[in-house]
């Protein structure tokens, strides 16, 4: 079984910046896929970003697309979210989560069924 534990989390201030990671514990599968979704109180989770293994193929939620930036280091099996111009809106719970199968994934990247193993998450607060 996959783990994943998010790092990097914080309190920031409006307009900073702030990267978060995701370290897997092992190589999800030979074609895997990685994303990240945001839980935030009183709100429905929301997809975030999403890349394939290779980092050929990226996707972002259209809340934060210009201004984070998804990347993945396959080597270390580790995932990265460079968040920049971080807004209010921003604050949540962020998750992150693998699919093990890129094919499956492709259809559904923007949908929480179609990952297979998820984090704990790490918690991001914005003070304006």
């Known amino acids: 079984q996959v783990q994943l534990v998010e790092s990097g989390g914080g309190l920031v201030h409006t307009g900073d910046s702030l990267r978060l990671s995701c370290a897997a514990s092992?190589?999800?599968?030979?074609?895997?896929?990685m994303a990240w979704f945001r839980q935030a109180p009183g709100k429905e989770q929301e997809f975030v970003a999403a890349?394939?293994?290779?980092?050929?193929?990226?996707f972002y939620g259209d809340s934060v697309r210009g201004r984070f930036i998804i990347s993945i280091d396959d080597a270390k099996n580790i995932m990265y979210l460079q968040m920049n111009k971080i807004d209010p809106e921003d604050a949540a719970v962020y998750l992150c989560?693998?699919?093990?199968?890129?094919?499956?994934?492709?259809?559904?990247?923007?949908?929480?069924?179609?990952?297979?193993?998820w984090g704990q998450g790490t918690q991001v607060t914005v003070s304006s």
């Open positions: 989560a693998t699919s093990l199968d890129v094919f499956r994934w492709s259809n559904a990247w923007y949908r929480s069924v179609a990952y297979d193993y």
């Open positions: 092992e190589r999800p599968s030979s074609t895997y896929a």
């Open positions: 890349i394939s293994w290779s980092g050929g193929s990226t």
